[in-house]
């Protein structure tokens, strides 16, 4: 089992940011794709970004671009992604994944694995 684990999450305010953390011990983190994928209360699953193992390719759900950036460090088993002008729309859970999504063709495997699925974090974007 891959374990992944995600921090950063929090309550903010509308047009604020935050920075969500997804780091592991447990595997070659530089072999694998990684995405975030969130969900809200009532609402789908979606894929919000990936990022290619090596190339830094990356993609987003048109609901995030121009607001979200992925990114990762191999060398420090992390990725993060950076969410600024936050939503009330972005409130959900948002779990990091690995080897889980596509960057090239922007697809996103949604059923949850937990062996691939991070705990997650929750978002909270409230005046």
């Known amino acids: 089992q891959l374990q992944l684990v995600e921090s950063g999450g929090g309550l903010v305010q509308p047009g604020g940011s935050l920075r969500l953390s997804c780091t592991t011990s447990s595997f070659n983190f530089e072999n694998y794709a990684i995405g975030w994928i969130r969900q809200a209360p009532g609402r789908e699953r979606e894929g919000v970004s990936c990022i290619s193992r090596t190339d830094g390719t990356t993609t987003y759900a048109d609901s995030v671009k121009g607001r979200f950036t992925i990114s990762r460090d191999n060398a420090k088993n992390t990725a993060y992604l950076d969410m600024n002008n936050l939503k009330p729309e972005d409130t959900a859970t948002y779990y990091c994944?690995?080897?889980?999504?596509?960057?090239?063709?922007?697809?996103?495997?949604?059923?949850?694995?937990?062996?691939?699925w991070g705990q997650g974090t929750r978002v909270t974007v409230s005046p």
């Open positions: 994944v690995a080897d889980q999504c596509n960057a090239y063709y922007g697809r996103y495997i949604l059923e949850y694995d937990r062996d691939y």
